[in-house]
């Protein structure tokens, strides 16, 4: 069974920055995507940033330029986001996600089947 912890969320100024990790195990296939997604009070998860395992990345129009994504490479089990340039508006549940299959990156919380517990940010103005 795939287990993702996350660690790394926090309290920053507007302007700050943080830099999430999230520990995956129990793997029994090498190529798979990973994923952060994130989810405020009273709105929809939306996914925020992925990468597969030939470290094609994808990101939300809104953290393009701020967040980069990115994994450890020698055994892709350690997933990161560092976030720069944080705005009142990222704060949220941030939440990492894995694919059960290879698949290209994509936002779309549908095709990611395990999903850690949450670390939350929060950006104050």
């Known amino acids: 069974q795939v287990q993702l912890v996350e660690s790394g969320g926090g309290s920053v100024q507007a302007g700050g920055s943080l830099r999430l990790s999230c520990a995956a195990s129990?793997?029994?296939?090498?190529?798979?995507?990973m994923g952060w997604f994130r989810q405020a009070p009273g709105k929809e998860r939306e996914g925020v940033a992925t990468?597969?395992?030939?470290?094609?990345?994808?990101y939300a129009d809104s953290v393009k330029g701020r967040f980069t994504i990115s994994q450890d490479n020698a055994k892709k089990t350690t997933l990161y986001l560092q976030m720069n340039s944080l705005k009142p508006e990222d704060t949220a549940m941030y939440i990492c996600a894995s694919s059960a299959h290879n698949l290209r990156p994509t936002l779309d919380a549908d095709y990611f089947r395990y999903w850690g517990q949450g670390t939350q940010v929060t950006v104050s103005s």
């Open positions: 129990g793997y029994t296939y090498s190529s798979y995507c």
């Open positions: 990468i597969d395992s030939r470290g094609r990345t994808s």
